[in-house]
Structure formats: C-alpha cells, structure tokens
C-alpha cells in the first residue's frame, strides 16, 4: 500500500517536472558565415538536456567542420526538437559537403516542409529519391505532400510507387487509396481498400476510408458497415494516426511531446504506446523513457521497465533516478534503491519528491532519523512552493515513524493552517508551545486561527 | 561548381533569416489587393485581450466587429466588442465615408469580456440589434432607433452566462422572428490553471479538452414579444457537449428548414438538422460533415455556409489550428465531401491557424475569393513577430476558373504585411464603390479596416433583400442568371466566420458579363423575378406577398 502511495506521489510530481521551462542554454556561436554552426537563438530558452545534446553535436562538428555525418547529426538534433530553420541550415551544409548523402537531402525536405516552403522541399524529397529511388516511404511522403498541395496526377504516381515498392504497408495502401479518391476513382480505390478489408480486420481508419467510397457510389449497405467499423472520430490530438512517423524522425519532438503529454492528462495506461513509440524514436528523450519505464512498472512489467532504463542514450536526469529508484524499491532492492535517489538529490537537492522517495527508502531500511530528515526536508520544500498538501503528507509520514523538529512542527502546522485542518493545527500549535512557549511562529499561527 | 551546389546554397540563403515564409503556389500579383484606411476612416481601436503572460485560453478566442446599417441610412456603420477593460464595445457612425465614434451614450457600449457578435432585427421594428457575446453574461442591445440602444439581457431572458463565444440569428421555428444560437466553449468552472507548453518548453495555451469542460450549446425560440424561451433541451440541442466556436443557420438539406452547423474545437463538428417541428437531430457524421476524410476531428475555429462551386447548395467552409488544414465541404445532396485537398487549399492553410472566413468576389470576376484571419493558440515553425509569438499574417486566396485557390502573395493582399494575432473580420462594400471591404479585429494592436483596392475589377451588382418588416431577411437566397446561362449563387446571411456578422447584403461580381435575371426566394417561400437589372447598383428589393 505505501508503496503505491509512494509511486503515486512520484508520479504526481514527475508529471509536475516534465514541462517545465529550461534554462537558457545554448547560444549562437561564433564562427564565420560560411560555415556557421547554426544554434537556437541567444533569447530562446532551450530545455536543459536539449542543449546538452547541442553542446555535443556542436562541440563535435567545431573538432571537424567538414565531415557531413557530423553537421548531419547536429542538424538531427536540432529537427528533433523542433528547431526547423537551425536544422535547415545544418542539413544544407551537410549536403554541400556531400551531395550524395540522401538522409541529408531527405531531412532537409522534411525540415522545409516544416517551414511550409512546399516548393523547395518538395524538390529536395525529389533529389534525395533520384538517391534512393528504393525507399518506399520517400515515395509516400512525396505522394502525402503532393496530395496536400493539390497535385492529384502527381500524388497517384507517387503513391503507386510506394505501393509496388512495398504493397506490404498498410499506410502506404490508405495513401494510394486517398490519391485514387483525390482523383475521383472511387471504384480504384475500393479495391485498394478491399484488399485487406476482406481478407483481414483491418486498421479503422482504413474503414474510415471506405465509407467515404461506399458513401460516394451509393452503397448504403456497406458504407453503414464500413461507418461502424471505423468507430468514432480519431479526437487524440494532435494528430492520433502519427501519419508523419514514417518521416524517419520527423516529428519527433511532437510525438514525444504528445506522449507526455497523454500521460499527464490520460494516465500512463494509454499513454504507454505512444511512450514506446516516443522512446524508439527519440532514444535520447531521457523523460520519456523515465516515464515509460514508470508506465510499464504500473503495469507489473518490471523486467521491461528496467530494461528501458538500462538502455538510457545521453545524460541521465533527475526523473530519471528518481524513477531507478522507485523501480528498486517495487524490486525490494533498498540498496539499490538508496544509490539511486541519491544521485537523483545530488542533480537536484531541491526536488521534494526525491527527498520523499529517500526517506522511505531510510525508514525501510530502519534508518528512522534519517528518514525524519529527509521527510522534513522534503515538506521544507514543498512549503516554499506552497504545495501544502504535499507537505502536511510528508511530515504525517514523519510523525508516525518519530518526532519531528520544532521546524517540522512549525511546517505542519502552517500546512494545515492553509489547509483549513484547524482542529489539527490546533494540536499541532499546543504541541509547539508546550515544548516552547515563545516560539513566534506557532503565536502567529495560533492568532491567524482565532483571527479566521 | 556542380548542380547540387548550385542549388544548395539558394537554400543556405533562403534558409538564413529568421522568418521563413512559404513561396508555394503563390500568385504574384504586380499591386495589393487591400490598403488600410482604418485612421484615415476615423478608427482607431484595439482589443485589448488582457493577457498577461499567464495563458488564459480567453485570450485567444476574442475580438470581433459587426458592419450593419444601425441607422439606417444605406451606407454600413460599425460596431466592435472589446475584451478586457472598462471601455467598453465602440460603435461608430458611418457619416460621408467617415467613421465618427458613438460609443457614448449610445448605450451600445456594453463593458464584459467580449468575444464576439451577431445582428438582426429580433423585434421585428426595422431597425438591426446587437448580440454581444462575452465571457459572462451575454448582451442583447435592442436597436431603438435615433443612434439609441437598450440592453434587454434580462427582460428578454438570453443572458446565457458563461464562456460564450458566437451567436447567429435566423427563423429556425419559421414563425416570422429571429430565434438565436449561441455557442458555449468551455465550463468556466472547470477552467483549471493547468500549463501547458510548446514544442520548444514555451508555455502556451492548452488544448481545450484536457479541461473536460465541454458545454451543450443554447437554443433561444424567440416568443414575438421581446422575449426567449432557453428551448436547448427541447429542440434536442442537450444530447451533446462540444466546444463550440463559430456557428451559423443555413440550410444544408436541401428540404428549406434552416439548419445549425457549430464547428467544436478539437471536437468534431455539429450539424443540427431542422426536423420543422421545433426540433433538431445532430445528424454530422451520416452526412460526413463532422470530420475530415482521413477521420480526424479537427480544432473547428470558424464556420460559414458559402455556395463555393456555384451549383445552388450551401457548401460549408471550417477553418482549424495550426497542423490541420481547413475543410471545404462540398454539398453533395444527402452528403458532403470533403474538397480542401482537391481545391489546393491543404497545404497552405495548415500552416497557420485560422479563424475569420470571408468568401467574396474581392476582384468581381464572377469567382468566389477567400480572405482567413489567423492568430496562433501555440506557436508554430514560423515566428513572424518577436513582440507576439502567436502572431501571423492573413490569408487571401484567389480562385481560378479550375476551382483551385492560390495563395495571394503578399499574403493577406496588403503591400506590407499585416502581421498580429486576429480572430473577427467582417465583410462589405463600405464605401460603396462596388468591391467588397474588410474589418479585421487584432489582439493587443490596432484595428484593420481593408478598402479594396483591386484593380481591373469586373462589374458588379448588390442586392438587399428586405422582410415584410423592412429588414434585411437573413435565410433568403438570390439567383442571378447572367447571360451565357451560368448562375450565381448567395445566400442572404450576416453572422458567419468567426464571431463577427457581416454586411448581409449580396454582392455580385460579373467580370464583363451582364445580368439577364434575378431571382429571389425569401424563407416563406415567396419568390419574385428581376428581369435585366441595372449593373453596378445596389438594389434594395422589398417583399411583396
């Protein structure tokens, strides 16, 4: 039971850290403008570990200015955190170097995409398919983009492309059926769609699809049928059908954004495939793989949720620990445990939920005035942010298990002032007072009560 | 140098500044569609949306005008409802072209949050009343004639409190009055302080939905004496919650009862289908109008009932946010279809997010233009303001003999670009020299009135269909037969878009084509035919049993 408590409370506040604003970390360097390292600019905030990844790209890029891969990988960083013109300029620069490259060519089109410059970006895609004309999914994203242009002939070409390089993808299928209907081939596009609609349960949305041509040529029958299976409207936001994850890592940011972002809202249930998703598109995304590896936990997968962590890309954070540790502890590994959650305070000293994930580790472990301190300090903090709820829990926490501090007293009775537990603080007071009589801050307490 | 050189360092170049802009499908034009002339007018007003860096989702949903003839004297005044502050909504006079500030005294200067507003004669004396939609209790401003208005919120019973956000007025119970709409965005009870942050860790607004405070949308049935009665739950109007945000009454079916259509954000659409007994059944999915073709509700910003393909059905037009692009559906009888791709319009509106419609022949070519107001609820890959990151440029689109619409560049069709974060625009030949004239309404910066000045424009016409009370009769529709046999179509609306009501007079380009008849169906059925109608006149045409 504590231990659900316990998890439930790290969760509560990982969501808390997970979208906060970063630190302004990286500049604009400063190098000539041939060869510019391009960077968020000096007045942007960048999420901490964001500008830790650029702080590698770059510090690698400035040691070999000409290799293409390295300006490749810093322009990856860059798009996969939605810093599209700074990616722009970086892929530029790698495929100056080496025209040849097509992942290169291919990121810069869907960076220009990004920036709604549909003319160049489409011709990139073009020269980076003239590359690898065997990439079925460049063939898609071209017909996508030409779909939404309007360029209907252009798209279906495109679009059967994709399908005869691999008929296998049932996306590619939904868009070669949409170029067909684009077209007003309704029946074309049927039969696309039967194809798999009769021979196996399909996706929804590939129902969704066909209601649209049953609609259009007067089957009732099977439009109502095809409505049925095709369920209610896709409401996930932004985009619930991910029809830009084929774009290699294009979008990243947004799908990991997305991810946590369900978490917060939905619960680590349904978020947990779009945290998977998020995780083996963005293995660097450090809170995401904390969170998925806390989803997965929930659900009793333990081995997975320690593989997840095992498996950490890049610099781990605070969540990070703080989740190692709460896993050891579902583990019964204190040892463990307690490692973890102090390397979690030693990157962060004021994060109250590890202070409180500490100290139950210290009264689990028998270590009760440890675990008092910790506990104190955990409600300290949650104080200073007002949060005081949290802090009356902590130290209930503390005062089952021991005494607290004159501080700790004072603290709870100030949470439970603000709280309107008036009863309660009214013990707490008495408590202080008896212990010591002048104390100023049970007096000020004691005459906010009488006064409300 | 090789041709991959070449060609990468035109991007090096183009991708180089700061604000990147699309160049796709643009139509070069060698002179600007619109000037502003709002100080030369005697305009000078800004909504001021009381953002203070703390992201209330108010703030981006507000700021809309009304043009309507409150004195009807022929000539289109202008009213315009402001947000935070004691000042109130303005109201201005149209006197020999110029605007001349009213506010005072008038009575119209209602003080809430204002969001938006609708106009019509609800009483049936002639003269045009206001609705005033706020964040709390909404305003009814009886028109009494002599520059005078009267709030009768409460005598009429429409306060309708809360997050309101658009009305429309129309016959809906086709008892000869107006019955109202008002669309509910969220259950300010349920508004938490939850925040919310961008791609780039930047705290934005939320999506509306994580507040899991969708609200039914309110029917008003006007009673004849200056009263409604709330008939939400009666006429059906109560079996769903949504999130709504531009409404209009247009009939849809095909069957001469007026419909509702509501565009919900982030939810799908609403189409409410008059069952001609008081009653309504949200009917949108069955008549694949909820959604879009690939299945997704979109975050419906604004709706209008526009005749885009001329054919003589309402098709319907839906602007979304950011990422998602607008949707054209196309009337097809018992359905609609979903064109936005088809009509090139995909591509380019996603990019920004939109709110204000205005489908009207702006160059008189005998094609429908479109002009977009857009403001960011999240920003976008594109930063076009460093003092308002949600700012962006209006859209105007220009459609071709083939159907397709491009992309007017500079975009918004004024020399510079007019960048701000706008919701409300409203349309109509305010200086009446025969083009049709913008009212754009801007957050925190100052109001734009767009004179049209395109040139080499085609021939016109405009009627005003009047009711047997003398006021414009919202619902008729007009047919003009021009002499190769082809026809234009209108419909006689004022509250459509996002939260503003328009001039509902209907203008009609002709390109250098005559007028061979004019036929004009009011909602009672009643038809009356002009034969050879003089061009570039407005014809204010009364009703006649």
């Given at each position: 039971?504590?231990?659900?408590?316990?998890?439930?409370?790290?969760?509560?506040?990982?969501?808390?850290?997970?979208?906060?604003?970063?630190?302004?970390?990286?500049?604009k360097?400063?190098?000539?403008?041939?060869?510019t390292?391009?960077?968020?600019?000096?007045?942007?905030?960048?999420?901490?570990?964001v500008?830790?990844?650029?702080?590698?790209?770059?510090?690698?890029?400035?040691?070999?200015?000409?290799?293409?891969?390295?300006?490749?990988?810093?322009?990856?960083?860059?798009?996969?955190?939605?810093?599209?013109?700074?990616?722009?300029?970086?892929?530029?620069?790698?495929?100056?170097?080496?025209?040849?490259?097509p992942?290169?060519m291919?990121?810069?089109?869907?960076?220009?995409?990004?920036?709604?410059?549909?003319?160049?970006?489409?011709?990139?895609?073009?020269?980076?398919?003239?590359?690898?004309?065997?990439?079925?999914m460049?063939?898609?994203?071209?017909?996508?983009?030409?779909?939404?242009?309007?360029?209907?002939?252009?798209?279906?070409?495109?679009?059967?492309?994709?399908?005869?390089?691999?008929?296998?993808?049932?996306?590619?299928?939904?868009?070669?059926?949409?170029?067909?209907?684009?077209?007003?081939?309704?029946?074309?596009?049927?039969?696309?769609?039967?194809?798999?609609i009769?021979?196996?349960?399909?996706?929804?949305?590939?129902?969704?699809?066909?209601?649209?041509?049953?609609?259009?040529?007067?089957?009732?029958?099977?439009?109502?049928?095809?409505?049925?299976?095709?369920?209610?409207?896709?409401?996930?936001?932004?985009?619930?059908?991910?029809?830009?994850?084929?774009?290699?890592?294009?979008?990243?940011?947004?799908?990991?954004?997305?991810?946590?972002?369900?978490?917060?809202?939905?619960?680590?249930?349904?978020?947990?495939?779009?945290?998977?998703?998020?995780?083996?598109?963005?293995?660097?995304?450090?809170?995401?793989?904390?969170?998925?590896?806390?989803?997965?936990?929930?659900?009793?997968?333990?081995?997975?949720?320690?593989?997840?962590?095992?498996?950490?890309?890049?610099?781990?954070?605070?969540?990070?620990?703080?989740?190692?540790?709460g896993?050891?502890?579902?583990?019964n590994?204190?040892?463990?445990?307690?490692?973890?959650?102090?390397?979690?305070?030693?990157?962060?000293?004021?994060?109250?939920?590890?202070?409180?994930?500490?100290?139950?580790?210290?009264?689990?472990?028998?270590?009760?005035?440890?675990?008092?301190?910790?506990?104190?300090?955990?409600?300290?903090?949650y104080?200073e942010?007002?949060?005081?709820?949290?802090?009356?829990?902590?130290?209930?926490?503390?005062?089952?298990?021991?005494?607290?501090?004159q501080?700790?007293?004072?603290?709870?009775?100030?949470?439970?002032?603000?709280?309107?537990?008036?009863?309660?603080?009214?013990?707490?007071?008495?408590?202080?007072?008896?212990?010591e009589?002048s104390?100023?801050?049970?007096?000020?307490?004691?005459?906010?009560?009488?006064?409300? | 140098?090789?041709?991959?050189?070449?060609?990468?360092?035109?991007?090096?170049?183009?991708?180089?500044?700061?604000e990147?802009?699309?160049?796709?499908?643009?139509?070069?034009?060698?002179?600007?569609?619109?000037?502003?002339?709002?100080?030369?007018?005697?305009?000078?007003?800004?909504?001021?949306?009381?953002?203070?860096?703390?992201?209330?989702?108010?703030?981006?949903?507000?700021?809309?005008?009304?043009?309507?003839?409150?004195?009807?004297?022929g000539?289109?005044?202008?009213?315009?409802v402001?947000?935070?502050?004691?000042?109130g909504?303005?109201?201005?006079?149209?006197?020999?072209?110029?605007?001349?500030?009213?506010s005072?005294?008038?009575?119209?200067?209602?003080?809430g949050?204002?969001?938006?507003?609708?106009?019509?004669?609800?009483?049936?004396?002639?003269?045009?009343?206001?609705?005033?939609?706020?964040?709390?209790?909404?305003?009814?401003?009886?028109?009494?004639?002599?520059?005078?208005?009267?709030?009768?919120?409460?005598?009429?019973?429409?306060?309708?409190?809360g997050?309101?956000?658009?009305?429309?007025?129309?016959?809906?119970?086709?008892?000869?009055?107006?019955?109202?709409?008002?669309?509910?965005?969220?259950?300010?009870?349920?508004?938490?302080?939850?925040?919310?942050?961008?791609?780039?860790?930047?705290?934005?607004?939320?999506?509306?939905?994580?507040?899991?405070?969708?609200?039914?949308?309110?029917?008003?049935?006007?009673?004849?004496?200056?009263?409604?009665?709330?008939v939400?739950?009666?006429?059906?109007?109560?079996?769903?919650?949504?999130?709504?945000?531009?409404?209009?009454?247009?009939?849809?079916?095909?069957?001469?009862?007026?419909?509702?259509?509501?565009?919900?954000?982030?939810?799908?659409?609403?189409?409410?289908?008059?069952?001609?007994?008081?009653?309504?059944?949200?009917?949108?999915?069955?008549?694949?109008?909820?959604?879009?073709?690939s299945?997704?509700?979109?975050?419906?910003?604004?709706?209008?009932?526009?005749?885009?393909?001329?054919?003589?059905?309402?098709?319907?037009?839906?602007?979304?946010?950011?990422?998602?692009?607008?949707?054209?559906?196309?009337?097809?009888?018992?359905?609609?279809?979903?064109?936005?791709?088809?009509?090139?319009?995909?591509?380019?509106?996603?990019?920004?997010?939109?709110?204000?419609?205005?489908?009207?022949?702006?160059?008189?070519?005998?094609?429908?233009?479109?002009?977009?107001?857009?403001?960011?609820v999240?920003?976008?890959?594109?930063?076009?303001?460093?003092?308002?990151?949600?700012?962006?440029?209006?859209?105007?689109?220009?459609?071709?003999?083939n159907?397709?619409?491009?992309?007017?560049?500079p975009?918004?069709?004024?020399?510079?670009?007019?960048?701000?974060?706008?919701?409300?625009?409203?349309?109509?030949?305010i200086?009446?020299?025969?083009?049709?004239?913008?009212?754009?309404?801007?957050?925190?910066?100052?109001?734009?009135?767009?004179?049209?000045?395109?040139?080499?424009?085609?021939?016109?016409?405009?009627?005003?269909?009047?009711?047997?009370?003398?006021?414009?009769?919202?619902?008729?529709?007009?047919?003009?037969?021009?002499?190769?046999?082809?026809?234009?179509?209108?419909?006689?609306?004022?509250?459509?878009?996002?939260?503003?009501?328009?001039?509902?007079?209907?203008?009609?380009?002709?390109?250098?084509?005559?007028?061979?008849?004019?036929?004009?169906?009011w909602?009672?059925?009643?038809?009356?035919?002009?034969?050879?109608?003089?061009?570039?006149?407005?014809?204010?045409?009364?009703?006649?049993?």
């Open positions: 039971m504590r231990i659900k408590i316990l998890i439930l409370l790290f969760c509560i506040f990982f969501v808390g850290c997970t979208g906060e604003k970063g630190e302004s970390a990286a500049t360097s400063e190098t000539s403008s041939a060869n390292i391009p960077l968020p600019s000096g007045n942007t905030a960048v999420e901490p570990n500008a830790k990844l650029f702080q590698k790209t770059v510090s690698s890029l400035q040691a070999d200015k000409e290799n293409p891969k390295l300006w490749l990988a810093h322009g990856s960083a860059l798009f996969a955190n939605a810093y599209y013109n700074e990616a722009a300029v970086a892929f530029t620069q790698a495929v100056a170097i080496n025209p040849e490259m992942q290169s291919y990121l810069l089109a869907t960076a220009l995409w990004k920036l709604n410059k549909q003319e160049e970006a489409t011709q990139a895609l073009r020269t980076s398919l003239g590359l690898i004309p065997e990439y079925d460049g063939w898609r994203l071209l017909a996508e983009w030409q779909m939404e242009r309007g360029e209907i002939e252009q798209a279906e070409i495109s679009a059967r492309m994709a399908f005869e390089l691999n008929p296998g993808r049932i996306g590619t299928r939904y868009v070669l059926a949409q170029s067909l209907m684009d077209g007003l081939k309704y029946e074309e596009a049927l039969l696309v769609l039967e194809e798999v009769l021979v196996n349960e399909a996706p929804r949305w590939i129902y969704a699809l066909a209601s649209q041509c049953y609609r259009q040529l007067g089957k009732t029958e099977q439009l109502e049928q095809a409505l049925a299976k095709s369920g209610p409207p896709f409401v996930d936001w932004p985009d619930p059908m991910y029809k830009h994850m084929p774009n290699l890592i294009a979008g990243k940011a947004e799908i990991a954004l997305y991810a946590l972002h369900l978490n917060r809202v939905s619960g680590s249930e349904k978020a947990l495939p779009f945290l998977a998703k998020a995780n083996i598109i963005n293995p660097e995304h450090v809170d995401v793989r904390a969170a998925l590896s806390m989803a997965l936990q929930k659900k009793g997968r333990l081995g997975q949720a320690q593989k997840v962590l095992e498996e950490l890309q890049g610099e781990a954070n605070v969540n990070y620990w703080k989740q190692y540790a896993l050891s502890i579902a583990q590994n204190l040892d463990n445990a307690k490692e973890y959650v102090v390397k979690a305070i030693e990157l962060d000293s004021e994060d109250a939920n590890a202070q409180d994930i500490a100290a139950f580790i210290a009264k689990n472990q028998g270590e009760t005035a440890e675990a008092i301190t910790h506990w104190q300090e955990a409600a300290r903090l104080v942010k007002e949060l005081w709820a949290e802090a009356e829990l902590s130290l209930a926490y503390a005062s089952e298990v021991g005494e607290l501090s501080e700790g007293l004072c603290a709870l009775a100030l949470a439970q002032v603000e709280l309107e537990h008036i009863v309660q603080a009214r013990i707490t007071i008495q408590k202080i007072l008896s212990i009589p104390n100023s801050t049970a007096i000020a307490l004691q005459s906010r009560l009488l006064q409300e | 140098m090789n041709y991959y050189s070449t060609w990468l360092l035109l991007f090096l170049t183009a991708c180089s500044g700061n990147q802009q699309s160049d796709s499908k643009v139509q070069n034009t060698p002179s600007p569609w619109f000037e502003d002339v709002a100080s030369d007018w005697g305009v000078d007003f800004t909504y001021d949306n009381g953002a203070e860096g703390e992201f209330h989702i108010r703030e981006v949903t507000g700021g809309a005008p009304a043009l309507f003839d409150y004195d009807n004297d000539d289109l005044d202008l009213y315009v402001q947000g935070n502050g004691a000042l909504n303005a109201l201005f006079e149209n006197v020999d072209g110029m605007f001349v500030d009213r005072e005294g008038s009575g119209a200067n209602d003080t949050y204002g969001i938006g507003v609708s106009t019509g004669d609800y009483d049936n004396d002639g003269d045009t009343d206001l609705y005033v939609t706020n964040l709390g209790v909404n305003a009814l401003l009886r028109n009494e004639g002599g520059g005078k208005f009267t709030n009768v919120t409460q005598v009429a019973g429409v306060e309708d409190e997050f309101s956000a658009c009305s429309a007025f129309g016959d809906l119970d086709n008892d000869g009055d107006l019955d109202l709409i008002v669309t509910k965005y969220l259950d300010v009870e349920l508004i938490s302080d939850r925040e919310c942050f961008d791609n780039l860790s930047r705290q934005t607004y939320c999506n509306p939905t994580i507040y899991e405070a969708e609200l039914q949308d309110t029917l008003f049935f006007n009673n004849g004496d200056g009263t409604f009665t709330d939400t739950t009666e006429a059906g109007l109560s079996s769903v919650k949504g999130t709504g945000l531009g409404v209009f009454i247009s009939d849809l079916t095909g069957d001469e009862l007026p419909d509702i259509f509501i565009a919900n954000d982030a939810m799908p659409d609403r189409l409410w289908v008059n069952q001609g007994d008081g009653t309504f059944i949200e009917d949108s999915i069955h008549r694949n109008i909820a959604i879009d073709d299945g997704i509700a979109k975050a419906g910003m604004g709706a209008t009932p526009v005749d885009i393909d001329q054919d003589g059905d309402m098709d319907v037009y839906v602007t979304n946010i950011f990422g998602e692009s607008d949707s054209f559906y196309r009337n097809e009888g018992d359905f609609f279809q979903d064109m936005t791709r088809r009509s090139g319009l995909y591509a380019e509106t996603r990019a920004y997010t939109r709110w204000g419609i205005v489908f009207a022949d702006f160059d008189n070519d005998t094609l429908l233009d479109l002009y977009e107001t857009t403001g960011g999240v920003s976008g890959a594109i930063s076009y303001s460093s003092e308002d990151p949600l700012a962006e440029p209006n859209l105007l689109f220009q459609q071709k003999e159907g397709r619409f491009n992309l007017i560049d975009k918004g069709g004024t020399a510079e670009l007019l960048i701000a974060s706008t919701h409300g625009v409203a349309s109509g030949d200086d009446g020299d025969g083009a049709v004239d913008l009212v754009v309404v801007n957050s925190n910066a100052p109001l734009n009135i767009l004179k049209n000045i395109t040139k080499n424009r085609g021939g016109w016409i405009t009627f005003q269909i009047l009711n047997a009370y003398g006021s414009n009769a919202l619902g008729a529709q007009v047919d003009v037969e021009l002499q190769d046999g082809s026809h234009l179509f209108a419909e006689i609306k004022s509250a459509c878009g996002y939260a503003s009501a328009h001039d509902p007079r209907a203008h009609f380009g002709l390109g250098g084509k005559r007028v061979s008849q004019v036929t004009i169906t909602p009672v059925g009643t038809i009356r035919i002009l034969k050879n109608p003089e061009l570039h006149t407005t014809h204010v045409i009364e009703y006649v049993e």
